[in-house]
């Protein structure tokens, strides 16, 4: 079982990510297991495994979003962190095998920020991930010069990953980085981080 601290977190980084995007107009339909099979998150680890549920099942990620035309669609996945290591991307490895292609949007716990007007992007990101070539790879965008590149996560070094990263509105537009209350949102969530 996960410490109580880190599943408190992990679940107000989904609650974070639900409200900013709901609120632009994104349908989040709730995807994972956990979300499927309620009782699965009351189970011990050991009683969780003796489960033998399929992998694809464990898989899933935590959202099914659908923009407001049901165009734009992505499997998300939602994480939150305060290390972005050498081995970041591992855990979506299965999930990658599985589903190919996902968005994650992260919470990053080591930023320099306080909190105290702070911008959205200095608190949360995203970035597309896919698997290939036996390797998990983010779709990097190289700017006015040059084409968007899916780059192998290994070839990032760890202390440029979040900067790698997007701000939410570049994968999801309507999402308005200035919008009425954010700023405050912002400042409770990462006061809230920090615990």
């Known amino acids: 079982m996960i410490k109580l601290s880190e599943q408190f977190k992990h679940e107000m980084a989904k609650a ?3 409200a900013i995007l709901s609120q632009a107009g994104y349908r989040l339909i709730p995807f994972s297991m956990e ?3 309620r009782e699965v998150t009351i ?6 495994k ?3 549920m399929p992998s694809a099942l464990r898989c899933l990620p935590d959202y099914f979003v659908l923009g407001k035309d049901s165009e734009a669609r992505n499997l998300v996945d939602i994480a939150y962190r ?6 970041f991307g591992n855990e979506f490895k299965k999930k990658l ?3 190919d292609e996902m968005v994650l949007i992260l919470f990053y716990g080591g930023s320099t920020g306080s909190g105290v007007n702070q911008d959205l992007s200095e608190v949360v990101r995203c970035c597309r991930l896919k698997w290939a070539n036996q390797e998990v790879m983010i779709h990097l965008f190289a700017g006015p010069a040059g084409p968007p590149a899916w780059v192998s996560l290994k070839r990032i070094p760890t202390n440029n990953i979040w900067g790698s990263m997007l701000p939410l509105s570049t994968i999801f537009s309507n999402v308005d980085p200035m919008q009425p209350g954010l700023e405050t949102a912002i400042e409770t969530a990462t006061r809230a981080f920090a615990v």
């Not at 189970?43 to 969780?48: K, N």
């Open 35 to 37: 979300r499927l099979i």
């Open 16 to 18: 974070f990510a639900h």
């Open 50 to 52: 003796s489960l033998k």
């Open 97 to 99: 095998k599985v589903f």
């Open 82 to 87: 305060t290390n972005l290591g050498k081995n």
């Open 43 to 48: 189970l011990d680890y050991a009683s969780y």
